[in-house]
């Protein structure tokens, strides 16, 4: 490879790689290794880490605290797991993963039958599971597509974003409510869930 005024001249033998820097073959490359990192760090917070916190608040809290709401405007743990449940089914589930969903958003709020815990995970966890079998089919250029909600976003990367977003927003009203009415539950959650959900980097061996 020569120089010429501080640029690199390459040469007409150039390799494959040389060529694709020429063609912008390489920022290709680069976009699609982002996505795949992007696609990766959204599919494990959505899907593991924050439904496993919680899976943990649930399991802390009564049948009777799952339904406690400090005013009759204010949102219980109960009604934000099922507008979660549905708002996932919704954007992700349906727009993205192309799985039938009708969708009552008042619903979400309005109910007050009290369901039982175990109805309310069934549900939940039916939609994580649906939410895992999306990202998992989904290319990581999938990401640089129109967003299917083009009054909300340009491209599929800026929905993902806006759903984990709003998971970890409404996953820490559900945990600060369970720590309230359980003391000392959910001690370090947030560590444990994203160590064993994979979302950090794992440690290398003695450090």
């Given at each position: 490879m020569a120089w010429r005024q501080g640029h690199a001249?390459?040469?007409e033998t150039a390799d494959s790689t040389a060529k694709d820097v020429q063609s912008g073959g390489l920022e290709a490359d680069n976009s699609r290794g982002m996505n795949d990192i992007a696609l990766a760090?959204?599919?494990t917070?959505?899907?593991r880490v924050y439904p496993e916190q919680i899976r943990a608040s649930l399991g802390a809290l009564s049948?009777?605290?799952?339904?406690?709401?400090?005013n009759e405007k204010a949102n219980s743990v109960g009604n934000l797991v099922l507008h979660l449940t549905g708002s996932l089914n919704h954007y992700l589930n349906r727009n993205l993963g192309h799985i039938p969903y009708d969708r009552d958003r008042a619903a979400e709020f309005a109910e007050r039958r009290e369901i039982p815990k175990a109805e309310l995970l069934a549900h939940f966890d039916d939609m994580v599971?649906?939410?895992t079998r999306t990202l998992d089919a989904m290319p990581p250029e999938t990401l640089d597509a129109p967003s299917p909600e083009p009054a909300m976003?340009?491209?599929?990367?800026?929905d993902l974003l806006n759903i984990a977003t709003h998971v970890a927003t409404h996953t820490g009203q559900?945990?600060?409510?369970?720590k309230m009415l359980q003391e000392g539950a959910l001690d370090e959650v947030w560590?444990?869930?994203h160590r064993d959900g994979g979302a950090w980097k794992k440690r290398e061996p003695g450090k």
């Amino acid at each position: 490879m020569a120089w010429r005024q501080g640029h690199a001249v390459l040469p007409e033998t150039a390799d494959s790689t040389a060529k694709d820097v020429q063609s912008g073959g390489l920022e290709a490359d680069n976009s699609r290794g982002m996505n795949d990192i992007a696609l990766a760090a959204l599919r494990t917070r959505i899907t593991r880490v924050y439904p496993e916190q919680i899976r943990a608040s649930l399991g802390a809290l009564s049948e009777e605290q799952v339904w406690w709401r400090p005013n009759e405007k204010a949102n219980s743990v109960g009604n934000l797991v099922l507008h979660l449940t549905g708002s996932l089914n919704h954007y992700l589930n349906r727009n993205l993963g192309h799985i039938p969903y009708d969708r009552d958003r008042a619903a979400e709020f309005a109910e007050r039958r009290e369901i039982p815990k175990a109805e309310l995970l069934a549900h939940f966890d039916d939609m994580v599971a649906n939410a895992t079998r999306t990202l998992d089919a989904m290319p990581p250029e999938t990401l640089d597509a129109p967003s299917p909600e083009p009054a909300m976003a340009a491209v599929i990367l800026e929905d993902l974003l806006n759903i984990a977003t709003h998971v970890a927003t409404h996953t820490g009203q559900i945990v600060w409510i369970t720590k309230m009415l359980q003391e000392g539950a959910l001690d370090e959650v947030w560590m444990k869930t994203h160590r064993d959900g994979g979302a950090w980097k794992k440690r290398e061996p003695g450090k």
